[in-house]
Structure formats: structure tokens, C-alpha cells
């Protein structure tokens, strides 16, 4: 019996990740595939090969991207995002993606400063990531200090908090070091021991 649970766990802890790593990654590569490759699919028939959507969409953005820095095309995008930043609900929506978006790849992108946030009255300490040091633009009471986001543990969701800044401590680790640990619960190990202060 003893055997059997032993194997078993073993199995739990090599297999499961590998089978769920590969599903995940098999999921957004047919849902990424699919986006163009539905309409270049009837053209090509049996030449189509798995793969050919998301090239097709790397092609399309880097175009899009090369269009949006031309005159003319530039002048004709820039309209239609001030067209969808008036619409009503629209603006709200294309305003929070555009935003995300520009947080990952913009030159001023987010979660690129890991922080330890201490808990009022409890001595203890929560990591976060700064998303924005300016946010007397929008809180004037609050100029002194900064957005901070806290992810939750296994789970994709989190709470954004405004900290004063004397109570923001910038730590040494990789924005994925320390999503990985609070995603995990702690669980997930910090190879460069990210918890060194800056």
C-alpha cells in the first residue's frame, strides 16, 4: 500500500505539472492560432499547419505598429482612439486595456519594482508591485504616496492599495520571482533570495 501512495505522489508531483503546464500552453496557442487562422484556413486547406494564425498575427500588429508611426495612417489611428476614449462605457473599457497593455511592453511599464508593504499594526509584510508613482494626479490628498498592487495567492486577482511612500520598501527581485511566490503561497522558492533590500 505504502507502494502505491508513494508512486502515486510522485506521480502527482511530476506528471500533474507537466500534463497542466502543456494544456495551458496548448490552449493559448489554439486560441492565439485561431484569431486569423480561421480566415486563412478555408484559403490554404489541407496546407494549413498549426501555428500559421499567430504568424499571421505577429505579421499584422508589426505592420499596424510600422502604419501607426506614418503620417497619415498615424493621424487616422490617433482619431479613432480619441473616437473610442468619447464614447460612453467604450472609453472606460479601451482606457483600461490600452492602459494594461502599456504597463507590460510601454516604456514606462508596471510591476517592473517588486516592494514589501508592511500590514498596519500587525509587523507584518505583503509583497506588491508599484503601478504608478504619480497618483496626486488623480488623489491630491494623496501626493506622498504610490500605487501599489497586490496579487493574491493562487489566483489571477489582487487589490490595487495607495501606501505612503516611507512605508514602501523597494526590494532586490524579478517581477516573475515574485509573482511566482505570492501565486504559490510561498511555496515557490526565490533562487536569488529577492528578499535583499535595494
Known sequence: MKFLVKNFLNGVLTIVPIILAIY???KVFTFFDGLLGRYVKPYLHDAYIPGI???CTIVLITVLGWLSTQ????????????????????????SVIKDTVASF???KRSFSKVVLVELPNTGMK????????????LFHPFKDH?????????????????????????IDMKPEEAMKFVLSGG???VKNNGLSRK
Open 24 to 26: 495551458v500552453f496548448y
Open 53 to 55: 494564425g499567430i504568424l
Open 71 to 94: 503620417y497619415i495612417s498615424g493621424r487616422v489611428i490617433k482619431l479613432i482612439d480619441r473616437l473610442l476614449e468619447s464614447i460612453p462605457l467604450m472609453k472606460t473599457v479601451y
Open 105 to 107: 511592453v510601454g516604456e
Open 126 to 137: 505583503c509583497i506588491g508591485f508599484i503601478t504608478s508613482e504619480e497618483v496626486e494626479n
Open 146 to 170: 504610490v500605487a501599489v498592487y497586490i496579487p493574491q495567492t493562487f489566483q489571477v486577482a489582487g487589490i490595487t492599495v495607495l501606501v505612503p511612500k516611507q512605508q514602501v520598501e523597494v
Open 187 to 189: 511555496m515557490t522558492s
